[in-house]
């Protein structure tokens, strides 16, 4: 029985037509589960670390703000928790996306993770790594990976 689902979503206020497509798909394909009124579902989003503040250039405009950044998505998440028919939670991390999720998946115990994959393939996934493969890998219960369409 699904009691605890991890649904680990890329909704980031700036993220690209592809990353909000990929998102909006995770939440329909978890709405199309078939849950018990006492499941719960938790909805995650992992921030990358800071990078130093030396590292940022004086010369250009910097991203913005973490304060900014951490409402827009907390925001975001609260419209996809709207639509839920069962009851949420929303958890905001900060750390390697792949190990945070596993994490999460740890501490609440969870029976299935929920997670996109934006389907990168050859020198793309070598480069910027598939954080959907490393959770299957590594993850302490089943995954469900949605895939673009």
């Known amino acids: 029985m699904l009691k605890t689902i991890l649904v680990?979503?890329?909704?980031?206020?700036s993220s690209s037509p592809a990353q909000t497509e990929i998102a909006d798909l995770v939440i329909e394909t978890l709405q199309n589960l078939v849950m018990s009124p006492d499941s719960k579902v938790i909805l995650c989003h992992v921030f990358p670390p800071p990078n130093s503040e030396m590292e940022l250039p004086v010369d250009r405009p910097h991203p913005e703000s973490t304060a900014t950044s951490y409402l827009q998505v907390e925001k975001q998440l609260q419209s996809y928790q709207n639509r839920l028919a069962v009851p949420s939670e929303i958890e905001l991390v900060t750390g390697d996306p792949a190990e945070e999720i596993?994490?999460?998946?740890?501490?609440?115990?969870?029976?299935?993770?929920?997670?996109?994959?934006?389907?990168?393939?050859?020198?793309?996934?070598i480069v910027q790594g598939s954080v959907s493969s490393q959770v299957v890998e590594e993850s302490p219960c089943s995954v469900l990976v949605v895939k673009a369409k």
């Open 8 to 13: 680990a979503l890329d909704a980031k206020a």
């Open 102 to 125: 596993i994490r999460l998946a740890n501490i609440h115990k969870a029976n299935l993770i929920v997670i996109g994959s934006r389907g990168l393939t050859g020198l793309n996934r």
